[in-house]
């Protein structure tokens, strides 16, 4: 009804624009406050029909100097006859008709890219979109792993999936958006043989996130982990960086890992109860300052120092905020995140300045610094790519290995039987 009624404008435009040809406007009112002898505002005329009303319209359009504007007055007249629903009724009507287009689009509003593409016909893995609008599960951040692990449970039992099989595939809503996530070694093998492998194909994973310009002030841009749309610079940098991490290199580093394997039992026997977590938390640091990036801290304090800054650094990757609410940059770099990066930063670019000056020693920046590929025999990476590789180990290298070897203990602990 609506369409037909929208229609019908343009005819009554058309209508005005013809009586315009014979009328003469001279005031937008309604015709009773017209005096047609002085043309002066006059006391409106009481009329007793709607009938009257209208003759009186017609009568002043028959008149050389009347107004136009009686048609819209008469029209006017009309649409106001029409008895109106009293503002309750009219509040419960808007009300009905936004709580059934919720309930029809919850899943598009609420979570936006959840529902199916229609231009695929496979199904969506296991499942449920849920958490805080837009969002997502907020819950997560305080224990990434314990989640995952409950969302998995959830999907386990579906009518494509046997409940005596794990889940390796199910979808979630994290970080604002719709996510898959995918377990097995098998299955992320299978995964990630496809990057690159399509003509214009690239790697499908998330480089921007919360603020604009956040990845690169807290992160930065040059590793591998946001190279994901030209595979031949991708390639180029798993090779060089895939250099430092070779079976010789790693050779290398064993006395390093042999003293901070031993310093981290002589902490566990020293004391009669231990948290394994903070056990390995700091003996992987203490293997990434040595081995991974070879700093020379002499002191307590510094090493203190080194670890407080990377946990902080660290902290940002589980800061939601920082995912979901846009901070400008200026706001940014005073964030404890932020400072703690640029204490890293230069630490790196003091370590890399003194492998220029004396050469390669065995650590794992040394073998990048010095790194060349084998392609072309001259390209190697630069100052900033190195950097930014760095804190992919340092990730990489402390925070996930610190919670595999907790759990390593865990399951050593429960089952002495194995060994």
């Known amino acids: 009804k609506m369409k037909h009624s929208m229609m019908m404008i343009p005819a009554f435009v058309a209508l005005l624009a013809n009586l315009s040809a014979r009328c003469t406007v001279t005031a937008f009112a309604p015709p ?5 002898t002085n043309r002066h505002p006059a006391k409106p005329p009481s009329f007793q029909t709607k009938s009257q009303y209208v003759y009186r319209s017609i009568s002043l359009i028959q008149q050389p100097n009347s107004l136009k504007i009686s048609v819209v007055a008469t029209a006017a007249y009309s649409v106001q006859s029409i008895p109106l629903p009293t503002p309750s009724i009219l509040k419960a009507i808007l009300v009905s008709i936004a709580l059934a287009l919720l309930a029809k689009f919850r899943g598009r509003i609420f979570y936006p890219g959840s529902v199916s593409d229609p231009l695929h016909s496979e199904p969506l893995p296991p499942g449920r979109m849920e958490g805080c609008p837009w969002l997502g599960r907020i819950s997560m951040f305080a224990n990434m792993n314990k989640y995952i692990s409950n969302q998995a449970a959830k999907a386990k039992v579906t009518e494509t999936h046997d409940s005596a099989k794990p889940t390796r595939i199910w979808k979630m809503f994290c970080f604002g958006r719709p996510t898959a996530v995918v377990s097995g070694s098998a299955k992320i093998k299978q995964l990630l043989s496809r990057e690159f492998k399509k003509e ?58 042999q003293k901070c394997a031993e310093e981290a039992v002589d902490d566990m026997l020293a004391k009669d109860t231990v948290v394994m977590a903070d056990i390995f938390r700091r003996f992987t640091l203490d293997v990434a300052w040595r081995q991974i990036i070879g700093l020379k801290l002499n002191s307590n304090e510094e090493i203190a120092s080194f670890r407080s800054a990377v946990k902080t650094w660290l902290g940002a990757l589980t800061n939601y905020l920082l995912f979901m609410v846009p901070i400008p940059v200026r706001l940014m770099k005073r964030l404890p995140s932020y400072k703690a990066k640029m204490y890293l930063n230069k630490k ?54 610190s919670n595999t070897l907790t759990n390593v203990m865990l399951l050593l602990g429960m089952h002495p039987d194995v060994w």
């Open 348 to 401: 790196f670019e003091e370590r890399i300045n003194e492998l220029e000056r004396n050469g390669p020693d065995g650590t794992t920046m040394s073998a990048m610094v010095f790194a060349t590929d084998e392609e072309d025999g001259s390209t190697k990476l630069t100052r900033q790519q190195v950097i930014d590789n760095m804190f992919l180990l340092l990730v990489a290298g402390s925070e996930t290995s």
């Open 32 to 36: 009773h406050h017209i005096n047609n």
């Open 200 to 257: 214009g194909g690239g790697v499908s994973q998330l480089t921007e996130l919360g603020s604009s310009g956040m990845v690169e002030v807290l992160f930065g841009t040059e590793s591998m982990t946001f190279e994901t749309s030209d595979p031949k610079k991708y390639h180029m940098l798993q090779r060089l960086v895939g250099k430092a991490m070779t079976p010789e290199s790693v050779a290398k580093g064993t006395p390093f890992l």
